[in-house]
């Protein structure tokens, strides 16, 4: 009778093709800031160019995440909006 190797298993996940659900979270989230940004468009360019405003979303997503409310979201904004986009 053959002897056979005792198959190893590991603790890993098994990999899978589609991102994990933590990733499509935050894929849905910055969808979402990108609309919300394009739709105010403080600097009038949304009909023109669709990126305008991608660099906010990470800033604002990091900002979410560790809780930041209305008031620091908004000040963020004000601040941006003065300091970086109009210039």
């Known amino acids: 009778m053959a002897h056979l190797a005792p198959r190893l ?3 890993r996940p098994s990999r899978s093709r589609e991102p994990p659900k933590a990733l499509n979270g935050l894929q ?3 969808s979402r800031l990108d609309s919300l940004l394009n739709e105010w468009d403080p600097i009038g360019v949304a009909d023109q160019v669709h990126d305008e ?3 906010l979303i990470t ?4 900002r979410l995440h560790a809780g930041a409310g209305p008031a620091a979201i908004s000040e963020f904004l ?3 909006n003065q300091g970086q986009l109009l210039t």
């Open 9 to 11: 298993t590991t603790n």
């Open 28 to 30: 849905r989230k910055a």
């Open 78 to 80: 004000a601040h941006t």
């Open 59 to 62: 800033p604002l997503l990091t």
């Open 53 to 55: 405003y991608d660099c």
